[in-house]
């Protein structure tokens, strides 16, 4: 059973640091690409950021560019978010989600996400 | 950036009747399209991909159509556990992945 668990989530100022992480279990998390996708309260779903299988291709929205950091490790079924100048609008519960499937040389180009965590609640507040 | 846009924001449906759902992308997205569900307090699931196929262990009575820029999500018989939200998402041209705003679906 494809399980993700994230964790690291909680009250922080703005302008402070957080890292979220996501344990992986149930498939082989080295084979697939990985993301962050978060929801303020009330409102829809956002896409945060991607990691490819490797960490060849990572990718951000504009609105967490240069202040997040999205890493992986494979030896331990982890993924991870670390998130720097918080803001208040960065309030919102995250989700990690699986991607496509990678082989050894590419990664399925088209790919939904399939299997997503219960999410961790970050608060930006002071 | 493609925008996704859901109609209608909320929809009233009763138990056992049918439920349409919309979702128009600003440009082709082909058939790369997903829907998910979402009740209070859970995490999104996945509904349909590639614009019609169900998603392992998704009931036979969700049903997705549509490519391009103009999709549907079919609900044939509402169920009481059917009432959440659904999002559609495009995977065609990213990043950035983009989801529609969502269409509340509640009992009438």
């Known amino acids: 059973e494809v399980q993700l668990v994230e964790s690291g989530g909680g009250l922080v100022k703005p302008g402070g640091s957080l890292r979220l992480s996501c344990a992986a279990s149930?498939?082989?998390?080295?084979?697939?690409?990985m993301n962050w996708v978060r929801q303020a309260p009330g409102k829809g779903l956002e896409w945060v950021s991607s990691?490819?299988?490797?960490?060849?291709?990572?990718y951000y929205a504009d609105s967490v560019k240069g202040r997040f950091t999205i890493s992986r490790d494979n030896a331990k079924n982890s993924l991870y978010l670390q998130m720097n100048s918080l803001r208040a609008d960065d309030t919102a519960v995250y989700y990690c989600?699986?991607?496509?499937?990678?082989?050894?040389?590419?990664?399925?180009?088209?790919?939904?996400?399939?299997?997503w965590g219960q999410g961790t609640l970050v608060t930006v507040s002071s | 950036e493609i925008v996704m846009t859901q109609s209608p924001a909320t929809l009233s449906v009763s138990p056992g009747e049918r439920a349409t759902l919309s979702c128009r992308a600003s440009?082709?997205?082909?058939?790369?399209l997903a829907w998910y569900q979402q009740k209070p307090g859970q995490a999104p699931r996945l509904l349909i991909y590639?614009?019609?196929t169900r998603a392992t262990g998704i009931p036979a009575r969700f049903s997705g159509s549509g490519s391009g820029t103009e999709f549907t999500l079919t609900i044939s018989s509402l169920q009481s556990e059917d009432f959440a939200v659904y999002y559609c998402?495009?995977?065609?041209?990213?990043?950035?992945?983009?989801f529609g705003q969502g269409t509340k679906l509640e009992i009438k």
């Open positions: 989600a699986r991607g496509g499937y990678c082989s050894s040389t590419s990664c399925s180009p088209y790919y939904y996400f399939d299997y």
């Open positions: 149930g498939f082989t998390f080295s084979s697939y690409s």
């Open positions: 990691i490819s299988s490797g960490s060849s291709y990572i």
């Open positions: 440009q082709s997205v082909s058939s790369n």
């Open positions: 590639g614009a019609s």
């Open positions: 998402q495009q995977y065609d041209n990213w990043p950035p992945y983009t």
